[in-house]
Each structure stands twice: as structure tokens, then as C-alpha cells.
T-cell receptor
Framework: SQQGEEDPQALSIQEGENATMNCSYK?????LQWYRQNSGRGLVHLIL?????REKHSGRLRVTLDTSKKSSSLLITASRAADTASYFC???????????FGKGTRLHILP | EAGVVQSPRYKIIEKKQPVAFWCNPI?????LYWYLQNLGQGPELLIR????????DSQLPKDRFSAERLKGVDSTLKIQPAELGDSAVYLC??????????????FGPGTRLTVL
């Protein structure tokens, strides 16, 4: 079963615009991570946010976490063609120490 | 520093044949994961090792899948016999887990299995 659910499933935006993806989950977590996967490649870790953190930045990435709503968002600012990829959230569940990935958001940056 | 290495990258077999995948994690990582990823889906955990011990194999179909991690380093995942529905990408990942925090996972490129 997959705990994390990304929204939207697919997103197309113009280069230079900001892209926002959301992740909702069901159970209490230790942390939440975002990964990127380019077509035919393995996943690349982007950012980890712990349950006691509310916001984290890394370059053009901004991640927020709202544990009361059991949701997280990933914002990519000033998007580039190279940002075209699938983005997954993964939750590290508190109770059973499992990492569960969502189905992903497929982001396409239009030139 | 070398990343997670997997081989082979691609494998095509006929159904009912056996197949094995190999993974070499990042040096020093104590935790190793095998995932299955179907097209358009997120990775699904098959098994997680902490050193040599399989600490979570609840999603591993044990009637046909087996895995081992000798000496707490390299790992192999085997399917015998393979079925059509096993066609997928098999991903290996590793991390350094401490105090209940599984940490950031580093993924290999995966093995794309096609069962005919």
C-alpha cells in the first residue's frame, strides 16, 4: 500500500514559472523526503524534512510540512527544462519504521 | 565516491526461468533496500536489510523471491520462477541509518526486467 499521495499526478508549466507539488499521507511520520526521477534513471534525493520542522530550503527548492494536515508541498522556483522529471514524496512512518513512496507527480517544463 | 551499483541494467527472460540481480551499496552504508517499480508508479519496498539482517521483508513474495546480503555489504535478489507480472524495474538503494532514522537513500540505476 502507498501512504503518500502526490497531487497533481501531472503538471506542465512554462520554463521560468514556479511548480508546486503536494503530498498527503495518513500516519504519523519521523520525516518526509522528496526525490526526483528522470526518465529511465534511478531516484535522486532532493530534500528531507523532519516532523519537527515546518519549512526547508535547498537552492531553488522549498519544502513545507504541515503535520496537523498530514501534508507537504514541494515548490520549484524559476523552473528549467532540466527540472522535467517525476517527483516522489516518501514518508518514514513513526510507528513501524517503514519508508513508503507515493505514485509521483510527472512535471514537464515547456520551452 | 562511487554510487550504488546494480547489475545487470537490463534482463530479458522467458517465464518460469530464474533471474538474479546484484547490488553493491555505497561504502559504509548499513542499510540496503530492494524496491520494485512498475511503470508510472512509485517504488514499492520488497526488503530492507540492516547490516546482514532482513528487518522488513513483509512485502517480499517469498514463494518465488529470495534475497541475501552476505557480510552486510553486497546483496542479491532472486526470482525463481519468474512470471509475466514480474516485469518491472528493480531498484536497489542504501542509506546510513542511525537511532531509528533511516536517513537519505541513495538509489542505483535499477535493473529493467522483461519476462516474455
Amino acid at each position: 500500500s502507498q501512504q503518500g499521495e502526490e497531487d497533481p499526478q501531472a503538471l506542465s508549466i512554462q520554463e521560468g514559472e514556479n511548480a508546486t507539488m503536494n503530498c498527503s499521507y495518513k500516519t504519523s511520520i519521523n520525516n518526509l523526503q522528496w526525490y526526483r526521477q528522470n526518465s529511465g534513471r534511478g531516484l535522486v534525493h532532493l530534500i528531507l524534512i523532519r516532523s519537527n520542522e515546518r519549512e526547508k530550503h535547498s537552492g531553488r527548492l522549498r519544502v513545507t510540512l504541515d503535520t496537523s494536515k498530514k501534508s507537504s508541498s514541494l515548490l520549484i522556483t524559476a523552473s528549467r527544462a532540466a527540472d522535467t522529471a517525476s517527483y516522489f514524496c516518501a514518508t518514514d512512518a513513526f510507528r513501524d519504521d517503514k519508508i513508503i513512496f507515493g505514485k509521483g507527480t510527472r512535471l514537464h517544463i515547456l520551452p | 565516491e562511487a554510487g550504488v551499483v546494480q547489475s545487470p541494467r537490463y534482463k530479458i527472460i522467458e517465464k518460469k526461468q530464474p533471474v538474479a540481480f546484484w547490488c553493491n551499496p555505497i561504502s559504509g552504508h548499513n542499510t540496503l533496500y530492494w524496491y520494485l517499480q512498475n511503470l508510472g508508479q512509485g517504488p514499492e519496498l520488497l526488503i530492507r536489510y540492516e547490516n546482514e539482517e532482513a528487518v522488513d521483508d513483509s512485502q517480499l513474495p517469498k514463494d518465488r523471491f529470495s534475497a541475501e546480503r552476505l557480510k552486510g555489504v553486497d546483496s542479491t535478489l532472486k526470482i525463481q520462477p519468474a512470471e509475466l507480472g514480474d516485469s518491472a524495474v528493480y531498484l536497489c538503494a542504501s542509506s546510513f541509518a542511525t537511532g531509528g532514522d533511516l536517513g537519505e537513500q541513495f538509489f542505483g540505476p535499477g535493473t529493467r526486467l522483461t519476462v516474455l
